[in-house]
């Protein structure tokens, strides 16, 4: 897609002879697309979000090795173990489209990556990382002295 200027639609709709309170109706949809917050384009408060990691974990052995994930974001009311099924609900109603009949999404790196952002934020999802993320396990320790700066996993600070 193409990617225009909103002040060059803006003068390409006044050259058009259209009245100044449609130009600004449109352009003003236009910047709220852009922008991504239809809550604030509709006069309705935006909603407050908690983030979301959701690790890929397909061998489940999270252990000491790296695993890959993505960086969610849902509504603060919402319990991140809904996450999944609201995930899948939105690769289903991708599938659907005309766009996801050519090309399904089979997988959740696929819904992460091709669903639009349209679809999983009627999911109340935002994904803010398109592309899996490495995660890395910590003990959530600082040591206190020498002695103690080779943890168990052998890291050192």
Not at 78 to 92: F, H, K
Not at 103 to 121: F, M, W
Request: hydrophobic share 35%; charged share 30%.
């Amino acid at each position: 897609m193409a990617k225009v200027d909103i002040e060059l639609v803006r003068r390409v709709l006044q050259r058009n002879e259209i009245d100044y309170e449609t130009i600004s109706q449109i352009v003003g949809d236009l910047e709220s697309e852009l922008s991504g917050d239809e809550e604030v384009a509709a006069g309705l408060p935006p909603v407050k979000k908690q983030f979301v990691i959701l690790v890929s974990d397909p061998e489940k052995k999270f252990a000491d090795e790296l695993f890959t994930g993505w960086v969610l974001q849902i509504p603060e009311d919402r319990s991140p173990l809904e996450v999944n099924g609201q995930l899948i609900r939105a690769a289903y109603e991708f599938n659907h489209s005309k766009k996801g009949a050519r090309e399904p999404a089979k997988t959740i790196t696929d819904i992460c990556e091709i669903v639009s952002p349209k679809i999983l934020r009627g999911q109340s999802i935002w994904v803010r990382t398109k592309e899996p993320v490495l995660v890395v396990r910590t003990d959530n320790r600082i040591p206190l002295g020498p002695s103690e700066a080779d943890g168990e996993d052998g890291d050192k600070l």
